[in-house]
């Protein structure tokens, strides 16, 4: 709720302050503890509710920041660049950010859910219903038996992650998926129960909003290791899978999308098991440079 709470006071611009979010952001994650099963239910829930809220126009944020007066140009220069930078944009600046429009609540809606380089967090989500094109089955060990839509992975990154494997597989490792791919569905449905028993302003505590989880973009995957009897929890890290894989997913085009010690500013606690999909270069980058995918775009919202 805070989230939804303080992105509805928020115009665009307020949005666009790294501050906000991370209040909101970190508030959200604790919810999220390395637990397998409520990974799960964090992120599929997260999808839901807002989307239909999604839909509320814009207009009346835009209006506003395009009304800026254009007669400055004439004033001084410092002056003028005020204004029109403003007025350039909401919309050239949405653009540059790949975001489509701003919905009702505050959230973003990113423009380009199918590419590989889609950046959500928790100001910014997928469109409304947005399903991923091309979910293949990696073929790599997973924690669970059984058919299920979250072995999926977008075509590229499930190629991309069994070359992953095959790379912790030869290095002796015992790596293993837990979860991919999460339906909007699935994530509605999840929320929805969560709102239900829990009521909103609790269930947006563990639970993220629809729409901004990365494991709808068919991009993510959480894995493990028999070491930690395949749960999803921080001591991953300390296992020898866990430190392998914060050091060589990059070369697969992966990167720990929730670093440790990162948390004001993507907004989640350190996941060492989730890892995203971005293609190999910015992967490098941002393995190189030790930075999250918030710092590698440079900004938040
Ligand atoms: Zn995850």
New binding site residues.
């Given amino acids: 709720m805070f989230l939804l709470v303080s992105c509805q006071n928020q115009t665009p611009t307020d949005n666009a302050e790294p501050n906000s979010l991370k209040k909101n952001q970190i508030a959200i994650d604790k919810k999220e503890q390395p637990v397998l099963e409520k990974?799960s239910e964090k992120?599929s829930e997260k999808d839901s509710e807002k989307d239909e809220n999604q839909q509320q126009p814009d207009d009346e944020q835009n209006n506003g920041e395009q009304q800026q007066p254009e007669d400055n140009q004439e004033a001084d220069e410092k002056e003028q660049q005020k204004p029109e930078d403003e007025q350039e944009t909401e919309n050239s600046e949405q653009e540059s950010k790949n975001i489509a429009r701003v919905d009702e609540s505050g959230l973003a809606i990113v423009s380009n859910p199918e590419s590989t380089e889609v950046f959500l967090n928790k100001q910014r989500r997928l469109p409304d219903g947005y399903q991923p094109p091309n979910l293949v089955e990696p073929n790599v060990p997973f924690s669970f038996e059984g058919s299920n839509p979250k072995r999926q992975m977008r075509a590229e990154a499930a190629n991309a992650l069994e070359n992953l494997f095959s790379a912790a597989e030869e290095a002796q490792l015992d790596l293993v998926a837990a979860?991919g791919f999460r339906s909007f569905e699935t994530q509605r449905y999840l929320y929805n129960n969560y709102v239900e028993t829990h009521g909103q302003a609790e269930a947006d505590k563990f639970s993220a909003r629809p729409g901004t989880s990365e494991?709808q973009t068919g991009l993510?995957m959480?894995v493990t290791t028999a070491e930690v009897a395949f749960a999803l929890k921080q001591s991953f890290k300390q296992t020898s899978e866990g430190a392998w894989l914060a050091n060589n997913a990059h070369k697969f085009g992966f990167i720990i999308r929730y670093p440790e010690g990162k948390t004001n500013i993507t907004g989640y606690i350190y996941?060492p098991w989730?890892i995203r999909y971005v293609g190999k270069d910015i992967a490098k980058t941002v393995y190189e440079n030790n930075i999250t995918l918030e710092e590698y775009f440079g900004y938040g919202y």
């Fill in positions: 990974d992120d979860s494991h993510a959480d996941e989730h």
